[in-house]
């Protein structure tokens, strides 16, 4: 049995301390973000009838869903020996902690070296976006883990059997997310610089590339054929209304990026491409190059979330920081002043550590769910009808689904839902509405039976009772913190 490396041992640690970390984070958590819930749905349904709910009864009180479902079984599978909740913090844990091992192997196919791709390895660990979603369970982070592994079979194509590794991996990437279209936008741009740089992509890399586009077009059309005739170029941005897409595609801000990257990964960055543009000739630092810049235009752009953006933007500007690195080593080592290289690589980690600290503990101030909105979804649970409709926040319907496994008006997916800015408007004047008859009428057009007022609602909506409670079809059935409202019927 052959012995493990210095290097291999300090990269199972570095994997261990961020997979640690994570989950002493996750673990205790028992309530999550509001879209964690629509995961965990699917994966209990996938752990029960082995398919996830496509045809959902509870959303919008009866709906279509589409929508690629790997990350929801790989719960499910986790789901036969954990609970549902626990299978979701393995997996999302799991997948982001592995993501140090990528950046390792990938540093080090760009710099040839094995010291400083462990640096990378450990920026890409406690890079404060990474920790962002440390309370939600979504695909973000098994797609960002093979997003990176189809880059390093991308990068040693010239060897047996990487193409066929990387086909595989690419069709797992598709059953995940929409990411690989992000792969696809960087590879556009590597090829630019290829260009530019008078050299040529090689004969793989082209074939690859061309048999990846064609499969994921061909692939998201069959999945989304039905979205497009219906929504047209709305579906780039999931029909979300106009009213709620500025909150989910948000502005990118230098300053931003430089919170959620970290000042050192973010400088060495930028001196990789500086030095790409001006100077150096390396294929593999140029295939991060043109994914950095790719990322940075997808954001600007809002051509995806903000968070996705960053984790992108940051992975692959931490590999070209390990490229700066390796640049300065080269440079260091003509000197004939060796020493200075390991002491320069010291205080790099340090700064790091330093500057990262206060954005890294900022991420991870995780902001639980109301306990009195948790029992209120409990109550719903045990003393409502199986078929009763709740109105709750757009926010909240994927957790009344899960929790209290009631009817929803409305949810924050809003894909195949027709005139979707009417309905979003309508869930929003329930709550606001002064005026009783104008209320009983988008009551009964919604078929509403009970109004959850959450704190959430409350305190964002400045109000702790509905204007319109008075009356004897309206009667308040919970008060403790958060409030309900059953209504039986209700006339004009």
């Not at 989950?23 to 996830?52: E, K, M, N, V």
């Not at 496509?54 to 990350?71: E, H, I």
């Not at 390990?322 to 980690?349: P, W």
């Not at 209120?376 to 009344?400: H, I, P, Q, R, S």
């Amino acid at each position: 049995m052959a012995r493990l490396t210095r290097e291999q041992v300090a990269l199972g640690i570095i994997f261990l301390l961020v997979l640690g970390i994570r989950l002493a984070y996750t673990l205790p958590l028992d309530s999550y973000s509001y879209d964690a819930y629509f995961a965990l749905r699917q994966a209990d349904a996938i752990r029960h009838t082995g398919t996830p709910y496509f045809q959902d009864p509870l959303s919008y009180s009866g709906r279509t869903y589409l929508f690629p479902p790997l990350f929801e079984y790989v719960i499910a599978l986790f789901a036969l020996v954990f609970s549902v909740e626990v299978a979701a913090k393995l997996v999302t844990s799991l997948s982001f902690a592995s993501i140090t091992i990528l950046a390792y192997l990938l540093s080090r196919q760009v710099t040839k070296n094995k010291t400083i791709p462990l640096v990378a390895a450990l920026f890409t660990g406690f890079i404060p976006v990474m920790y962002f979603t440390t309370d939600s369970f979504s695909s973000q982070s098994l797609s960002l883990l093979l997003v990176f592994l189809l880059s390093y079979f991308f990068l040693r194509l010239d060897e047996e059997k990487s193409a066929s590794f990387a086909v595989i991996t690419s069709i797992l990437l598709l059953l995940t997310s929409q990411d690989v279209f992000i792969f696809l936008f960087g590879l556009a741009f590597y090829f630019i610089i290829l260009f530019l740089e008078k050299q040529k992509p090689t004969k793989r890399e082209v074939e690859l590339t061309v048999f990846l586009f064609f499969l994921a077009i061909w692939f998201n059309i069959i999945l989304y054929k039905k979205a497009l005739f219906l929504h047209g170029a709305g579906v780039l941005w999931s029909n979300m209304p106009s009213a709620i897409l500025s909150t989910y595609f948000q502005d990118v801000s230098f300053v931003g990026i430089l919170y959620s990257v970290g000042v050192i990964p973010l400088l060495l960055g930028i001196y990789a491409i500086y030095n790409l543009v001006f100077d150096a000739k390396n294929r593999g630092a140029h295939l991060f190059m043109g994914f950095a810049i790719s990322s940075f235009l997808a954001l600007w752009l809002k051509l995806v979330p903000l968070s996705t953006g960053l984790l992108f933007l940051s992975v692959n500007t931490i590999i070209l920081s390990a490229y700066t690195m390796r640049v300065t080593q080269l440079g260091i080592a003509k000197t004939k002043m060796e020493s200075l290289s390991t002491i320069l690589g010291f205080i790099v980690v340090l700064l790091f550590l330093l500057t990262t600290m206060s954005p890294f503990f900022t991420y991870t101030r995780i902001e639980p769910q109301h306990p009195e909105d948790l029992k209120a979804m409990a109550w719903l649970k045990e003393n409502t009808n199986e078929d009763a409709v709740v109105l709750a926040g757009v926010e909240e319907g994927f957790m009344l689904n899960y929790l209290a496994e009631r009817r929803n008006v409305a949810d924050s997916n809003f894909l195949f839902v027709k005139n979707a800015n009417q309905v979003y408007e309508d869930t929003s004047r329930m709550y606001s509405l002064r005026l009783k008859s104008e209320a009983i009428r988008l009551i009964n057009a919604y078929d509403v039976d009970y109004v959850l007022l959450s704190k959430r609602v409350q305190e964002s909506r400045n109000m702790t009772s509905l204007f319109y409670e008075e009356g004897a079809c309206i009667r308040k059935v919970y008060d403790k913190g958060a409030v309900i409202y059953e209504l039986r019927g209700c006339k004009i």
